[in-house]
């Protein structure tokens, strides 16, 4: 059973920084690119950024490049969110899915974890 549990949300000050974790099971995880996507609070899903299996190519949305770093530990199964500088607008439930076709597809997914909430307010 394929499995993504995501942790490390919280409350956070405008500017600060947290990182997210997401643990997979149940498939081999060094086989496949993998994404963050967002949902603020009654808007719907926003790809944030993606990573291809090796962890060699990154893509990132304008409204997080420069902020946000995305990275995966094979070895662990985990896949890394690190979210530097918060803005107010980046509050939303984050969460990770497994691209079925690699980062070239970043609409073709099948599987997310439960999502973990970030809030960024003072």
């Known amino acids: 059973e394929v499995q993504l549990v995501e942790s490390g949300g919280g409350l956070v000050q405008p500017g600060g920084s947290l990182r997210l974790s997401c643990v997979a099971s149940?498939?081999?995880?060094?086989?496949?690119?993998m994404k963050w996507v967002r949902q603020a609070p009654g808007k719907g899903l926003e790809w944030a950024s993606g990573?291809?299996?090796?962890?060699?190519?990154?893509r990132y949305a304008d409204s997080v490049k420069g902020r946000f770093t995305i990275s995966r530990e094979n070895a662990k199964n985990t896949l890394f969110l690190q979210m530097n500088s918060l803005k107010p607008e980046d509050t939303a439930v984050y969460y990770c899915?497994?691209?079925?076709?690699?980062?070239?597809?970043?609409?073709?997914?099948?599987?997310w974890g439960q999502g973990t909430q970030v809030t960024v307010s003072s």
């Open positions: 149940g498939f081999t995880f060094r086989n496949y690119a």
């Open positions: 899915a497994r691209l079925d076709r690699g980062l070239e597809y970043p609409e073709e997914y099948t599987y």
């Open positions: 990573i291809n299996s090796g962890g060699e190519t990154t």
